[in-house]
């Protein structure tokens, strides 16, 4: 009789043991997802106090600083632009998708109604550059430089201001 009575404090421990666990387990899986959750939400109004102040430190220092134009928005050119590059050796065909920066939703809905006037600058833009001068990364990057100020320019004409902060490159592909 002894050792049947043995046997049950032993399962009632073992029963005890594994309740524990269970418990621990749920409260640690409850503690990492509050802090997740406290972490995504944290992150995103922290940068919002540095953004307004740099906003009003370019206001103060220039005041047609487009940080002070309002929020970064992405305007996605509805196709990668493709043309042929000359090589040394060969011609190359590049692809390249492009995304423009621009401050506040005035920019981004004039960016979006001047489509058109932005592709074809793009394009003539990036015809005019060839294969030895995008190999490096200098090179894209004065492409970069070179759509900007081009893009800026033809927006300037049409729509009085250059609503494009930057010229992204998302993706680059030469063969």
């Not at 043995?6 to 509050?34: M, N, P, R």
């Not at 939703?105 to 600058?121: D, F, G, M, Q, R």
């Amino acid at each position: 009789m002894a050792a049947g009575k043995d046997l049950e404090i032993g399962d009632g421990q073992a029963k005890k043991k594994k309740l524990i666990i269970i418990i621990g387990a749920a409260v640690l899986l409850a503690v990492v997802a509050v802090v997740a959750v406290l972490m995504m939400s944290g992150d995103s109004a922290a940068p919002a106090p540095t953004e307004t102040g740099a906003a009003e430190t370019a206001v103060a220092t220039d005041p047609n600083a487009s940080a002070a134009k309002g929020t970064a928005l992405y305007v996605s050119m509805p196709r990668p632009f493709i043309f042929n590059v000359p090589g040394a050796t060969k011609d190359r065909l590049v692809q390249i998708k492009v995304q423009l920066l621009v401050r506040g939703s005035n920019n981004e809905e004039t960016a979006k109604v001047h489509i058109p006037l932005i592709e074809s600058t793009l394009l003539r833009t990036f015809s005019t550059s060839n294969a030895e001068e995008l190999i490096t990364v200098e090179g894209k990057e004065n492409l970069k430089k070179k759509a900007l100020k081009e893009v800026q320019e033809a927006l300037v004409g049409v729509a009085g201001s250059e609503v494009v902060e930057e010229v992204l490159f998302t993706g680059f592909v030469m063969q």
